[in-house]
């Protein structure tokens, strides 16, 4: 199982941009998706999450310029970011609890390879 994060780049204040997370190899199901960040010199820590079921958890930072959506059909979960700060800087890392085979449990530990996001002021 592989997760491929893309969509970063550089900014500018108050721009938006779309990170994009693709679930892709052998696997049953998909649960909790989400996505993180680790801005330099400081530890990774959570930005927005959604349940198979669509409900949706957001860091207080982000809460309000960030949305998190999947698309279960096509494994995919995605992070639209608008009214971007300098603060938004960091490297965003996807996450996925995937269970591989049916009768196994969701194991929390997939992550893609992390796209970093610039803004500049």
């Known amino acids: 199982v592989q997760l491929q994060a893309f969509g970063g780049g550089l900014a500018q204040a108050g721009g938006s941009l779309r990170l994009s997370c693709a679930v892709s190899?052998?696997?049953?199901?998909?649960?909790?998706m989400g996505w993180y960040r680790q801005a330099a010199g400081t530890q990774r820590d959570v930005v927005a999450t959604?349940?198979?079921?669509?409900?949706?958890n957001y860091h207080d930072s982000v809460k309000g310029r960030f949305t998190i959506s999947r698309d279960n059909a096509k494994n995919m979960v995605y992070l639209q970011m608008n009214s971007l700060k300098p603060e938004d800087t960091a490297v965003y890392y996807c996450?996925?609890?995937?269970?591989?085979?049916?009768?196994?449990?969701?194991?929390?530990?997939?992550w893609g390879q992390g796209t970093k996001l610039t803004v500049s002021s």
């Open positions: 996450n996925a609890a995937i269970k591989r085979h049916p009768f196994s449990i969701y194991v929390p530990d997939y």
């Open positions: 190899g052998r696997f049953s199901d998909i649960g909790d």
């Open positions: 959604v349940n198979r079921g669509g409900i949706k």
